[in-house]
């Protein structure tokens, strides 16, 4: 059976001259896609533990080169603007999730002065937000396919393009359809808290090839001090992403009337191949 992959945007962008990009905060009648939009609500305080950050040096270089001010995009915890701002440039942080900004505004209270002044905290939505002020450099860490329809991923990138300066650069960090799996499991930890406690996690990925979609069941099991992991208490998490290819991300960008201004592989800087695990674009408006 053939599958065709980009569907949705081949009937916004060929077969149906009448319609235009959607406005911004454009939702369904129904949301499919609504109990896989939960994120890390009830396990925030633990993403941290788990997280990645191979990519900080790559967005601090960035940063040194085109300048505050910053925008980061579904910011959670504060993973990447923490260290921009410690680093010396003024950052904006949009972040959706209640309990991720509860550890980001934590985490911010505990900066130095200076440093906190640079950093302004927004609660907001990613495909829809009007800040009033264009940015030098925007960034979406990992979290593209969070906009998991269509007119989502069309209305975000029509934000981005309204708040970059003209010279300025987004960041479209993605992990490319093409190289997923159908089916993975993971396991981390523990991760040692300073009382002691130790923090598992366990992960589940299973992906739609045919609908589009990832989801990510995650289990944490939080063990006190002195009991065995058995005793632990454990927290179950559901989360959903689309999955997006090459073409169909390349019809995106030019629908948004982005170019792109670089392109790697890796956040070493190797060039991207369609072997790469991850692709990173670096767009400015056209």
């Known amino acids: 059976m053939t599958v065709l992959r980009c569907a949705p945007l081949l009937f916004y962008y060929g077969w149906s001259q009448s319609v235009r990009c959607p406005t911004a905060g454009v939702v369904p009648l129904v949301d499919e896609y609504k109990h896989l939009r939960g994120g890390y609500e009830s396990s925030a305080r633990f993403y941290d533990l788990f997280a990645e950050n191979d990519d900080i040096p790559f967005y601090t270089e960035l940063a040194m080169q085109y300048g505050s001010p910053v925008l980061d995009l579904a910011a959670g915890t504060g993973r990447v603007a923490i260290p921009l701002v410690r680093a010396g440039f003024e950052v904006t942080a949009l972040e959706k999730s209640q309990s991720m900004l509860s550890v980001f505004r934590s985490k911010h209270k505990s900066l130095p002065t200076d440093a906190r002044e640079r950093l302004q905290v927004i609660k907001g939505d990613m495909t829809s937000f009007h800040l009033g002020q264009r940015f030098s450099l925007v960034l979406i860490p990992a979290s593209f396919g969070h906009a998991m329809t269509t007119d989502e991923q069309l209305s975000l990138l029509s934000c981005v393009r309204e708040h970059l300066r003209p010279e300025g650069v987004f960041v479209l960090d993605l992990f490319p359809g093409g190289a997923m799996p159908e089916h993975a ?64 991300v390349d019809l995106l960008i030019r629908m948004s009337r982005l170019r792109v201004r670089g392109e790697y592989g890796g956040f070493d800087g190797r060039p991207y191949t369609p072997e790469c695990g991850r692709r990173i674009l670096l767009l400015a408006p056209k």
């Open 185 to 248: 499991v993971f396991e981390e930890g523990p991760v040692t808290l300073s009382d002691g406690t130790k923090v598992y996690r366990r992960g589940v990925i299973d992906c739609d090839l045919v609908r589009q979609i990832l989801t990510l069941r995650e289990t944490f099991t939080v063990v006190p001090p002195g009991r065995q992991k058995s005793e632990g208490t454990t927290i179950e998490e559901v989360s959903g992403a689309a999955i997006l290819f090459n073409r169909e």
